[in-house]
């Protein structure tokens, strides 16, 4: 500790006014900067002068600094943050380059030393500091939060939130009374802490288990826990970073363009590009035109676009004499993609090809071959295609299509081969890791969120299973000419239900399909039901992936209990594809779990259109954050929640770039 006294020490707010200053800028302008604090409300507001000697409240300098954006810690060694042991107060003013501690007697400052804490390089920290203002912004979306809620205090933990309070604050100076309103979060026995409307920046929703460990205000077990964890995230941010650098450091030559030969695409696509949509294309755009490989995800909901997305990534990899590989998950999308990437380059110079397990020995031969050669541009196939016996002459764009479905040491094969290797992934909900990654800046997010023009919410009826309600719903559906998905999410008894709906409502034509079938048949029994010669597909959760059908307009769904929150979700948007209103009608068993019925009360609120990637978030909450990133960081994320976790991990990550 450096044996110096300071008579006076100013302590300036983390603002962005301030964080543009360099250090000297404070020393030259001092004198002016007291002035001001005793005229202007800004630095009233926005800063502390003290001086030794002179008496200060302490409980009311410990609420400025608060107040000023500091962040309580057990042991400061960063600019920003701030620390309390009895009468001694450690704090590293941001317009400075040391920490300093203020050691009080009572409420008087006996003497202000500086601390051997020091910062090398200023702009770096006032850097890191903006980007911390920016993340807290976006963890601390509060607009949902609920009465009976947890929340996250930066400085004081996990709390229930109890609701918004007006409370009546007098102003000494003017002797007047105002009204403010007041978040009041609730700690162990009954502790309250009020956080004043336009300084929650320090408060985030608690994403982990479902009931959280909730300490005393005050207590030193928060900042205990904050530092043990700080401590494991720095190792975790070391981890990614030696894995991620390898991926920064690689560069690729910049995508060129061809607009002439893009406005010829755009021309076949027959629907309005919603401004979702546009931005997601230009956000690609900006990726590609740069040396970095792009690593993206598009999350958008069922129906949102998506695919005409991916279809103009690849021609922009076509134009550039790159081949696309494009991965989905079951053979009846690999065949949809395959039909609509042909219509959509029937009149470009592109190769399309498809390689599955529907082919023969000869055609996937054949398809292989051209591949090699470079006579396909664009191939689409199932995990088919990281198989050891397929080698690309040129790959450059992977674009995984409803990537959930898919490992990370599967999607990670191809760009070993390919350390340059752009990847774009579509997901209506993206997994857990997916939405970590995207929150801590390793991965690019283009969130879709506008339903294309005529498409309407979906009408969802979630009760107890009724049979006479299926056939209502059945009768109605067929009454309009349209079709309708029966979810029936059991193999060994699908064939069963199905004759039971046959009985139940005789005027309608059954088919059914399973993951277990031979692929052919499946395709076949697809291609009737597609054509219309069939009007009721009773189905395992193999219809969740992309199958886009507009005549079918009902789905009912047996026992919506058995599936996931983001899984039901995602089977419920599989109708509503058209202007045509749509019903889903979701059953559920008498008895059911608390989880189980917590998620159908999430569904049935999400019912507006564009809620897949609220959905991720929920499921993610009531799953309990268990495989984010591997078991071990699980306990972590639970004590101080998914949202301040990711925080964290986007500090320390700046913090070691």
Excluded at 145 to 169: C, N
Excluded at 350 to 356: D, E, P, Q, R, T
Excluded at 495 to 518: N, W
């Amino acid at each position: 500790m450096e044996k110096v006294n300071l008579d006076k020490t100013l302590i300036v707010s983390i603002a962005p006014y301030f964080l543009e200053k360099e250090v000297f800028w404070f020393q030259e302008n001092l004198d002016e900067i007291l002035t001001s604090s005793k005229t202007q409300s800004f630095f009233q507001d926005n800063t502390i002068f003290l001086e030794t000697g002179k008496k200060y409240d302490l409980l009311q300098l410990l609420r400025k600094l608060d107040e000023m954006g500091y962040e309580k810690v057990f042991k400061v060694d960063f600019p920003g943050e701030f620390s309390q042991q009895g009468g001694i107060i450690d704090v590293f003013p941001i317009n400075t380059t040391s920490a300093v501690r203020l050691d009080f007697l009572g409420n008087t400052i006996e003497n202000v030393k500086v601390l051997d804490i020091k910062i090398e390089d200023h702009e770096k920290a006032k850097d890191i500091l903006k980007k911390k203002l920016q993340s807290q912004k976006l963890f601390s979306d509060l607009k949902n939060v609920k009465t009976g809620d947890y929340l996250v205090h930066l400085d004081h933990g996990v709390a229930k939130f109890t609701g918004i309070e007006k409370v009546l604050i007098e102003n000494e100076k003017t002797n007047t009374k105002t009204e403010e309103e007041y978040y009041v979060l609730e700690y162990a026995q009954s502790d309250k802490l009020y956080v004043p409307k336009g300084l929650e920046r320090k408060l985030s929703s608690y994403v982990g288990f479902i009931n959280p460990i909730i300490s005393r205000l005050g207590s030193s077990l928060w900042q205990k826990t904050k530092r043990k964890i700080k401590e494991d995230v720095e190792k975790l941010a070391k981890e990614l970073l030696n894995l991620y650098s390898k991926k920064e450091v690689t560069t690729r030559s910049p995508y060129l363009q061809d607009p002439e030969l893009e406005s010829q695409l755009h021309a076949g696509f027959l629907y309005q590009e919603t401004p979702d949509q546009l931005q997601a294309i230009e956000d690609i755009k900006k990726d590609l035109s740069e040396e970095k490989p792009m690593d993206r995800i598009v999350c958008g909901d069922v129906g949102f676009g998506k695919t005409e997305i991916a279809i103009r990534t690849a021609f922009l990899a076509g134009i550039n004499n790159y081949q696309t590989a494009i991965i989905c998950p079951t053979t009846i999308l690999t065949n949809q993609h395959f039909n609509n990437f042909k219509e959509r380059f029937k009149n470009l110079p592109f190769k399309i090809a498809m390689l599955s397990r529907l082919q023969s020995k000869r055609e996937q031969r054949a398809v292989i071959e051209n591949i090699k050669e470079g006579k396909v541009d664009v191939v689409i196939g199932t995990h088919r295609i990281l198989s050891k016996d397929i080698e690309f002459k040129n790959l450059q764009l992977l674009i995984i299509d409803d990537e959930q479905r898919f490992g990370v040491k599967q999607k990670e094969k191809l760009r070993q081969k390919n350390p340059s290797l752009d990847i774009l992934s579509l997901s209506a909900t993206p997994i857990p890791r997916t939405i970590y990654l995207a929150l801590s800046n390793f991965k690019n997010i283009s969130l879709m969120q506008n339903p294309p023009l005529g498409r309407s919410s979906i009408a969802t009826d979630i009760a107890p299973y009724n049979s006479n309600n299926i056939k209502k719903a059945i009768l109605f559906e067929l009454a309009r000419g349209g079709q309708i998905y029966f979810l029936h999410n059991r193999v060994e008894t699908i064939e069963k239900t199905k004759e039971k709906l046959k009985k139940l409502v005789p005027e309608a034509k059954f088919s059914s399909i399973h993951g277990r079938m031979d692929e052919k048949k499946l395709i076949g029994i697809m291609d009737n039901f597609t054509r219309g010669k069939t009007n009721v597909l009773v189905a395992t959760t193999i219809i969740e992936n992309g199958i886009d059908l507009p005549n079918v307009n009902t789905i009912i769904v047996e026992d919506v209990s058995r599936l996931g929150l983001s899984q039901a979700y995602q089977i419920r948007g599989r109708v509503g594809r058209s202007h045509i209103k749509s019903f889903a009608y979701l059953f559920y068993p008498k008895k059911l779990t608390d989880i189980a019925r917590e998620r159908l009360k999430v569904l049935d609120e999400a019912s507006e259109l564009g809620s897949g990637y609220k959905i991720a978030i929920k499921d993610l909450e009531l799953r309990g954050a268990g495989n984010i990133l591997g078991r071990e960081q699980s306990g972590s994320i639970n004590k101080i929640g998914l949202n301040l976790y990711c925080q964290m991990l986007a500090e320390s990550v700046e913090k070691l770039r």
